[in-house]
């Protein structure tokens, strides 16, 4: 089989990890380290005229305080609770309207679920390009280059190569000339999704970034007025000066210090008792827009009351089911047609969909089955094994005992008849 025109080898798999002897459009790039800095305001406006330049445009600064903003735990849960709502669906293959049994298998994979996460953060990105692996028994599976790197199933291309505008990668982020994934020798194995903009993030970045140097702030402000700050008097010199210097720098937890009897120590305590509200004020309102932008409110996570609460999540809902269709519609429209290209078996007119059958816990189909058995019907055997994973056993019939004193009730009732 060939990749990109390269030839693959087609050794036993190790681990369900192929050999692969030459390199796929994932290795083009060349490697470099990711440096972290501080990122402020006047980096993200520069990163911004970077990644709009007209003639030479790189989004490296750009993806660079994309992912550092990523790593906050309100933005990281917002965003992960949108995914889920459309990844938590179940979905089936059909064939004519009727579900494909084997062609659902073929998608109840690992791999699948990373692909539908990657193509979801083409919406935070603005755009995503993946490559896939080799083939195994009819699924995606990791391989190996001939550098010995280990590449999954699903491989994103490093976004700070790619230049959607036109549609290549790049050795550099800031070449302006690359591989054409356009052509039919790449694109054989990779899927593009999205566009040139740069995504849901551009919004959330100055946010985040405001709320990066308000912690930041807070953090300093807590470190000199957070605690009581130790005052010391001396009148030694020297080293005993020094001694002492160091006795009151190390007050603290179960500190001791040996003073002269002149010296003298205080703790002075802060008079600004509430100054930290206005860090974390200002960091509650950059969480609540955070949260518009990726869900439309706030109320979700941040208020609990039954009303609004469920005004709300049905407002979130609607981001969920949207970014449903987004999927259902690249999975028909890309996956499922090269999948075809490269040779899997099993999805000719096969369409994705997902399954929208109401879906009931065993509390409420118990409820449910009880409620029927009550209106004299029975239940089917098989039915409730299934269902309950509970083996039932036909029970012998009951034999029913005379009560002791029957006959002579019997023999009252009929002298009652006669005699009254």
């Not at 369409?351 to 816990?361: A, H, K, Y």
Request: a negative charge.
């Amino acid at each position: 089989m060939k990749v990109f025109g390269f030839n693959i080898t087609k050794d036993e798999p190790i681990n369900q990890i192929q050999e692969v002897v030459d390199k796929k459009i994932v290795d083009y790039p060349l490697l470099q380290q990711k440096l972290r800095t501080r990122e402020d305001i006047r980096k993200w406006e520069n990163a911004i005229d970077l990644a709009e330049n007209v003639v030479s445009y790189n989004r490296e600064d750009m993806h660079r305080i994309y992912n550092r903003v990523l790593d906050d735990p309100m933005l990281h849960s917002q965003w992960e609770t949108r995914k889920l709502k459309s990844l938590d669906k179940e979905f089936r293959l059909t064939v004519n309207g009727e579900e494909n049994e084997e062609a659902t298998e073929i998608f109840e994979a690992g791999w699948f679920m990373e692909y539908m996460r990657l193509m979801l953060d083409a919406k935070l990105f603005g755009f995503t390009l993946v490559e896939f692996g080799a083939i195994e028994d009819n699924k995606f599976v990791k391989w190996r280059t001939d550098d010995g790197l280990i590449r999954d199933a699903v491989q994103l291309i490093d976004r700070d190569h790619v230049k959607p505008a036109l549609g290549i990668v790049t050795e550099q982020p800031g070449d302006s000339t690359g591989l054409d994934i356009t052509e039919d020798e790449y694109n054989e194995w990779l899927i593009f999704e999205g566009g040139a903009d740069y995504g849901l993030m551009k919004k959330i970045a100055r946010y985040m970034l405001f709320k990066e140097n308000v912690l930041g702030n807070w953090s300093e402000w807590a470190e000199v007025f957070g605690m009581d700050m130790r005052v010391g008097k001396t009148p030694s010199q020297g080293q005993d000066r020094k001694d002492f210097v160091k006795a009151l720098r190390d007050l603290g937890a179960n500190g001791s210090g040996v003073f002269d009897e002149d010296d003298t120590v205080e703790f002075v305590g802060v008079n600004r008792q509430d100054a930290y509200k206005v860090y974390l004020e200002f960091s509650a309102y950059i969480d609540e827009q955070i949260a518009k932008l990726i869900l439309g409110q706030d109320v979700v996570s941040n208020n609990t009351g039954q009303v609004v609460g469920t005004v709300g999540e049905n407002i979130s809902n609607l981001y969920g089911d949207t970014d449903a269709k987004f999927i259902q519609r690249n999975v028909n429209d890309k996956l499922i047609p090269l999948m075809i290209d490269l040779g899997f078996t099993g999805l000719d007119n096969a369409v994705f969909e997902w399954d929208t059958t109401e879906q009931l816990n065993l509390n409420e189909k118990s409820e449910i089955d009880l409620r029927i058995s009550q209106m004299g019907f029975n239940l089917d055997q098989e039915y409730i094994e299934d269902t309950y994973g509970t083996k039932l056993n036909e029970q012998e019939p009951v034999k029913l005992i005379p009560e002791p004193f029957q006959p002579i009730k019997n023999i009252k009732a009929e002298l009652d008849k006669l005699y009254g």
